[in-house]
């Protein structure tokens, strides 16, 4: 199946930086989503975004589907970005359902 | 508008014993999928329903079952539960590609 990896596993940040979260994928992907869990486990809907670019305030995304990968960029982090975020994909591959296989996760500290 | 609501928000089980977790999906989404996500991992993909039929299911044994109903909601029941089985298990519901999660049923096995 395929295999989504996140880079870095682990960042810590004092408040006001910026980050660059990667996610590689290894197959064709027709469905891309960027999710922030926060520690009550809820995962928040970030982006979806097959290919492209995409912004939403202080966060942006890009995939670049032929090179498969995709990055989310955080700016002038605030306490309330720490969590963990996923990037999750669904392979052409996986005609005729929605599975989304999930990444391995970076999870992201602010230090205020 | 709500979003995807799971209940019960806890449950405390004993090995051995059954479980029925519920799910409603975001009104006018008719696909429910179910996932479950250990501690430290991301979530994996156990069930996919639409319109009350199966359209997928990941690498889970048969004590994993579910269902949806005709207003769309959804149950997942585990039977036999074993101490692995404790994790959150979250509920996503779509209309078109984009997914979107509930809050999850946080299960212990004890």
């Known amino acids: 199946g395929i295999q989504v990896e996140q880079s870095p596993p682990d960042l810590i940040l004092q408040e006001g930086a910026n980050s660059t979260l990667r996610c590689n994928f290894s197959d064709s992907v027709n469905n891309l989503q960027w999710f922030h869990q926060n520690p009550w486990g809820q995962l928040i809907n970030l982006f979806y975004i097959p290919s492209g670019t995409k912004q939403n305030g202080r966060l942006s995304a890009t995939t670049v589907a032929t090179e498969r990968y995709s990055l989310l960029y955080i700016s002038s982090s605030q306490t309330t970005d720490s969590g963990v975020y996923f990037c999750a994909v669904k392979t052409l591959s996986n005609f005729g359902n929605e599975k989304l296989t999930f990444g391995t996760g970076t999870r992201l500290t602010i230090i205020p | 508008d709500a979003g995807v609501t799971q209940s019960p928000t806890h449950l405390i089980k004993t090995r051995g014993q059954h479980v029925t977790l519920r799910c409603s999906p975001i009104s006018g989404h008719k696909s429910v999928s179910w996932y479950q996500q250990v501690l430290g991992q991301g979530p994996q993909f156990i069930f996919q329903?639409?319109?009350?039929?199966?359209?997928g299911r990941g690498n889970f044994p048969d004590r994993f079952s579910a269902r949806q109903f005709p207003n769309y909601s959804s149950e997942l029941n585990v039977n036999a539960l074993l101490l692995g089985d404790s994790a959150l298990y979250l509920c996503?519901?779509?209309?078109?590609?984009?997914?979107?999660f509930g809050p999850g049923t946080r299960l212990t096995v004890t």
């Open positions: 996503a519901s779509s209309l078109g590609p984009e997914q979107y």
């Open positions: 329903y639409y319109e009350k039929e199966e359209r």
